[in-house]
């Protein structure tokens, strides 16, 4: 298992007050993300968890874009990877991005 952790200035807060998010499924091939908002609003931290070891570059350089495209300012996400592509990896960072812009009930 290798942990790895990327932290991130954002340009602004993620919209949305919901405070908790889960998506994806441990899984060959998938992985699980869950996004928390409990960090200052100009911060992002990611958090990986894979027994995929020795792929620390292409993780920096998708969550890299990720931050840049979303600005998810404010959330943790910690992701458990079952050994997912780089583009799995980035459609459940953005799907968790959207859930966390909804407003919570």
Known sequence: MEDLS???????????TRKLA?????ASGNLEVLAERVLPDSECLVEIRTAAAGFGEVWDA???DFV??????GLRFSI???GARPDTVSLRLAQAARLMEEDDQ
């Not at 990327?6 to 949305?16: C, I, K, M």
């Not at 889960?22 to 441990?26: E, K, Y």
């Not at 840049?68 to 300012?73: C, H, T, V």
Request: aromatic share 8%; charged share 20%.
């Open 6 to 16: 990327f932290r991130h200035a954002t340009r602004r807060r993620a919209a949305g």
């Open 22 to 26: 889960v998506i994806g499924v441990v």
């Open 62 to 64: 998708v969550i890299a």
């Open 68 to 73: 840049k495209g979303y600005s998810p300012g």
């Open 80 to 82: 458990n990877d079952g």
